[in-house]
């Protein structure tokens, strides 16, 4: 990379990019703001065991000193774990970098990154979307704006818990966002593997995704395809007892005024609370699953040629 650059790209993730291999972004805000100590650093380990695992290459974002780093080492896991870094969404990259900040970055910052380097394919837990009572506050995650305009296919659980999912599935089809439900015709509501909300189209294979993408990038199309994968079966909740979970845990952030961007991970954590540790677990696992699928598309994807 240039001295201009705000990237420092591993040395294996360069290589990898030079040749046209598989590659699988992730993102670090999961690290830093999704889920507690020591089951974050637990996530980010499982992820990229298993992208290696199916044959691909992780690439983990953040920010650290004002750089954006993809491809994290033990010792930048542990940095961002301990030490209360901020959250960095796509409209704050070029602050946080003018700041030298340090910091983990969302599924929409992320989008931005894997994007401008070429990488094609990213995993994630699940998105931001229209959150729970949004209607009020406008509370609307970046990550739908960020999907219209970023050609990658992503990896994902359904929208996060705390969101509103008919009003999310709606936002995504007036952005012309694709989604696909990978062996499911039902979209998954994060640890819920049905949410009582149907997919537009559904996908049994890999090769099937990988087909579509191909199409999207024929077509010229700039926005990404979502695969809604749901969880694990054996780790997934009922959907009436996180429901329940959610709107105890709106209530209570609305009571301590908490809104913004320290809402999320506070409703993440009260959620986890409130179902004994068990969303933790499921979202340990989901987030296994998403890595395992994204690798397989990614590589079926360097596979795959355009026809003559």
């Known amino acids: 990379m240039t001295p201009q650059s705000p990237f420092d790209v591993s040395d294996e993730i360069q ?17 830093t703001h999704g889920l507690p100590y020591p089951a974050n650093l637990e996530a980010a380990r499982r992820m990229e065991r298993t992208i290696r695992e199916h044959g691909a290459v992780p690439a983990a974002v953040a920010l650290i000193g004002g750089r954006v780093r993809v491809g994290l080492a033990e010792e930048d896991l542990g ?4 030490r209360g870094v901020v959250k960095v969404g796509r409209r704050d990259l070029a602050v946080a970098i003018a700041r030298q900040a340090s910091g983990g970055t969302t599924v929409s910052a992320t989008l931005a990154v894997a994007h401008a380097l070429g990488v094609r394919v990213q995993a994630t837990g699940g998105i931001g979307g229209v959150h729970v009572g949004a209607a009020p506050t406008w509370d609307i995650s970046a990550d739908l704006d960020e999907l219209s305009r970023r050609p990658l296919v992503l990896v994902c659980s359904g929208a996060k818990a705390i969101c509103d ?11 012309g966002v694709t989604v696909i439900g990978y062996r499911t015709v039902r979209f998954p509501y994060f640890y819920v593997a049905d949410s009582g909300h149907p ?23 700039m926005s990404a395809l979502l695969v809604a994968n749901p969880p694990p079966e054996q780790w997934a909740l009922p959907a009436d007892e996180v429901a329940e979970a959610v709107a105890r845990a709106v209530t209570r952030a609305e009571t301590e005024g908490i809104r913004g961007g ?16 068990r969303a933790v677990q499921a979202n340990l696992a989901l987030l296994e699953a998403n890595a395992a699928l994204a690798a397989q598309i990614a590589v079926a994807l360097t596979e795959e040629r355009l026809p003559a």
């Open 165 to 175: 999912v008919g009003a999310t599935l709606e936002a995504l089809e007036t952005r």
């Open 15 to 31: 290589v990898a990019l030079g040749l046209g291999a598989a590659v699988v972004a992730l993102e670090s805000a999961v690290v």
């Open 79 to 82: 940095y961002l774990a301990a």
């Open 199 to 221: 997919v537009p189209w559904s996908a049994d294979s890999v090769a099937e995704i990988a087909a579509i993408s191909r199409a999207k990038e024929r077509l010229g199309d």
């Open 262 to 277: 320290d809402l999320t991970p506070y409703l993440l954590s009260e959620v986890d609370r409130l179902t004994r540790g």
